[in-house]
């Protein structure tokens, strides 16, 4: 008997393996360290290559002659007087070089403001109520997806409001949480609209290209047709994939929780997001004033042209993040959930304070 039970609790081999990953996981280093590590890294092999006189030859533009030419670049020490003057002087024009870091500040004063107002999980919230049954898991899908606009809005509402919604129709609420955690985490980042993370990855981009071509530059909706489709070609499978084998194998949900209303909107709420699309609608119109009409100051001046190289399309980071700062402030005041400046600049600096984590 003490054998069969010894053996009964001997762990599995896949058991074994997810315990060593844990085991490895948890020894993992912050990532700053590892940063940190890397540059001492950096650091070390630039001594020996350079004592090595290790060079490497590219292709690469030459802005005197306008063409691709040949460029070779010499393995240089970090260590000598010369490296070590460069790692000390170069430390705030590398910040400032990064484009990024301007782009995700400026869009999380909007966003941010609308997320700590509690706009995104009430809309969240109300796509979700007002879903069809037959429909539930798409919808659910594709809020999921979308729901990346704001950071971890996803992971905190639409997870737990997915059980809810299943077991308010008759359906397995485990079901509901694998959608809702599929469609959260498998397809992030991909959105029907443009992000603050498409503000990053584009800068970011662009830092790559002018390396080779400094004339050259992609703008922030170069992506923005790639991640409609990608929204929609991500929304279908999960959709099937939950109701075709996930819900089938869970079988009937046989349980008696009752969901009670606990999930509808308030009339704060409620007032909130009409107050949200008056005031998207009339920061849209502002924004069409500033674009539309001939020698309008967002058009390109030598052309009037509205996409391409223009100030519409350089500035668009910044007409996105006003939409959520107007919309936010908006909701916050009809849901009374942001109250005076005090509160929208407590929200702005917060949210600054999250780019840390």
Not at 124 to 131: M, N, S, T
Not at 169 to 197: D, Y
Request: proline letters at 5%.
């Amino acid at each position: 008997m003490i054998d069969q039970a010894v053996a009964a609790a001997a762990p599995t081999r896949m058991q074994r393996l997810l315990d060593a990953v844990e085991r490895v996981g948890n020894r993992v280093p912050h990532p700053v360290m590892i940063f940190v590590y890397l540059i001492g890294l950096v650091v070390v092999l630039s001594a020996f290559l350079a004592l090595a006189g290790a060079r490497v030859s590219y292709q690469a533009y030459n802005p005197a002659t306008g063409e691709i030419g040949t460029a070779t670049t010499v393995a240089r020490s970090l260590l000598t007087t010369d490296g070590i003057r460069f790692m000390f002087t170069g430390v705030v024009q590398n910040f400032m070089n990064l484009n990024a870091v301007g782009v995700i500040i400026v869009a999380m004063v909007g966003v941010g403001v609308a997320e700590e107002a509690g706009l995104v999980k009430a809309l969240i919230r109300k796509l979700v109520i007002v879903a069809p049954a037959k429909a539930l898991a798409y919808i659910l899908t594709f809020v999921g997806i979308v729901s990346s606009i704001a950071a971890d809005a996803g992971y905190l509402v639409l997870i737990p409001l997915a059980a809810a919604a299943y077991v308010s129709v008759g359906r397995h609420p485990l079901a509901g949480l694998a959608v809702g955690f599929a469609s959260v985490a498998s397809a992030f980042l991909v959105n029907v609209l443009i992000v603050p993370t498409d503000g990053i990855l584009t800068e970011i981009t662009n830092d790559a290209i002018r390396l080779v071509n400094p004339t050259l530059s992609i703008d922030l909706a170069a992506n923005v047709w790639f991640s409609i489709g990608s929204v929609v070609l991500l929304t279908v499978p999960i959709g099937l994939i939950t109701e075709r084998v996930i819900e089938p194998r869970l079988g009937p949900y046989t349980g008696d929780y009752v969901v009670e209303g606990e999930n509808a909107l308030s009339a704060d709420e409620s007032r909130g997001l009409r107050l949200a699309l008056y005031a998207m609608l009339g920061v849209l119109a502002f924004l069409a004033l500033l674009t539309l009409p001939p020698g309008a100051p967002l058009r390109r001046p030598e052309t009037g042209a509205i996409i391409g190289n223009s100030p519409f399309m350089t500035s668009l980071i910044v007409s996105i993040a006003l939409v959520f700062l107007v919309c936010g402030i908006a909701y916050g005041r009809g849901a009374k959930t942001m109250m005076g400046t005090n509160a929208v600049m407590a929200a702005i600096q917060k949210a600054i304070g999250n780019l840390r984590a």
